[in-house]
């Protein structure tokens, strides 16, 4: 019995030593855009080191798609109003502050696509494509 239960805790230890926790290193989207369409991407920040990145693309075929970055104490830092049908690439960088940044997009009528993350590992052309 005595061996049995250190052969499973073996076990139960070798399993839990064995795990790497994956580190998200960025929040966003990656979708179509619909008429009555919206979304909110939330990215908690636990260091005031760094910064902040907000890369990628906005493609709208029509009408309009708003997108705000607000930081944590709530004001709207970044703010894009597509309302030309075309491709706009964004690229911008923030000091990074310890809190719950949001990422939101609003279609206004408008369709198209959305590829745009925050984080504080992104570089333009890891979601430019």
């Not at 994956?22 to 636990?46: H, P, R």
């Not at 009408?63 to 944590?72: F, H, K, S, T, W």
Request: glycine share 10%; hydrophobic share 40%; charged share 20%.
């Amino acid at each position: 019995m005595k061996t049995c239960l250190i052969s499973l805790l073996t076990l139960f230890l070798l399993g839990f030593s064995s795990c790497e926790k994956e580190e998200i290193k960025n929040y966003g989207f990656d979708c179509s855009i619909e008429k009555s369409s919206n979304g909110l991407s939330i990215m908690a920040v636990d260091s005031d080191a760094g910064n902040i990145y907000l890369n990628g693309k906005v493609y709208v075929e029509t009408g309009v798609v708003e997108v705000l970055l607000i930081n944590p104490a709530g004001e709207v830092i970044f703010s894009g109003w597509f309302d030309q049908p075309g491709e706009i690439n964004i690229s911008e960088t923030f000091q990074a502050v310890r809190g719950f940044w949001k990422l939101k997009y609003i279609s206004r009528d408008g369709k198209g696509t959305l590829k745009l993350h925050i984080g504080n590992n992104l570089k333009f052309n890891d979601f430019s494509s």
